[in-house]
T-cell receptor, first 114, second 111 residues
């Protein structure tokens, strides 16, 4: 099993640019989560999907952030326009069924907005 | 609001020492408490605890939950440099399909 695959691994961009982060969950997993990790705030849940449907997006910081899951094997997190305070590591995680305890995390995308 | 607080935030010890990491929580509908280890990048699952007083053990690592006092501890005995990592505590909540994470404890083991 390849695990949860995220791309890109690193992204450096300038303020105001659009950023798209990608995630491929583990095959057969029905739930997908986007987390953001910073030194100040730790690991925060942004949004999660169950069977491709967004269930809770209350953690999305503001309208500049959007996430989609067009099918069971692909999700995107988009920031438009990006700001320096968006700099963080963004993790995607998946889990089978509705059980959420044993999350399988991807390697993350290190985002730097200059 | 559901909350997870870990202490200490940072800990530096020598190889061979024993460490105890703490996690306290406030939650409306507890389901389980989990520990993750984060080395270079992705957090990896260590333990899931649902019942008080039952120790979970894996090699030199062990963990226990106290649902009355609302805390858990993670013990690591005979620490090795490979134990250096961020240790994350997380809450699973009844009726919510998400985990709430603490800030983590950054553990550094010096040779």
């Amino acid at each position: 099993d390849a695990g949860v695959i995220q791309s890109p691994r690193h992204e450096v961009t300038e303020m105001g640019q659009e950023v798209t982060l990608r995630c491929k969950p583990i095959s057969g997993h029905n739930s997908l989560f986007w987390y953001r990790q910073t030194m100040m705030r730790g690991l925060e849940l942004l949004i999660y999907f169950n069977n491709n449907v967004p269930i809770d997006d209350s953690g999305m910081p503001e309208d500049r952030f959007s996430a989609k899951m067009p099918n069971a094997s692909f999700s995107t997190l988009k920031i438009q326009p990006s700001e320096p305070r968006d700099s963080a590591v963004y993790f995607c995680a998946s889990t089978p069924g509705t059980a959420n305890e044993k999350l399988f995390f991807g390697s993350g995308t290190q985002l730097s907005v200059l | 609001e559901d909350k997870v607080v870990q202490s200490p935030l940072s800990l530096v010890v020598h190889e061979g020492d024993t460490v105890t990491l703490n996690c306290s929580y406030e939650v409306t509908n507890f389901r389980s408490l989990l520990w993750y280890k984060q080395e270079k990048k992705a957090p990896t699952f260590l333990f899931m605890l649902t019942s008080s007083g039952i120790e979970k053990k894996s090699g030199r690592l062990s963990s226990i939950l106290d649902k009355k006092e609302l805390f858990s501890i993670l013990n690591i005995t005979a620490t090795q440099t490979g134990d250096s990592a961020i240790y994350l505590c997380a809450l699973s909540i009844q009726g919510a399909q998400k985990l709430v994470f603490g800030q983590g404890t950054r553990l550094t083991i010096n040779p």
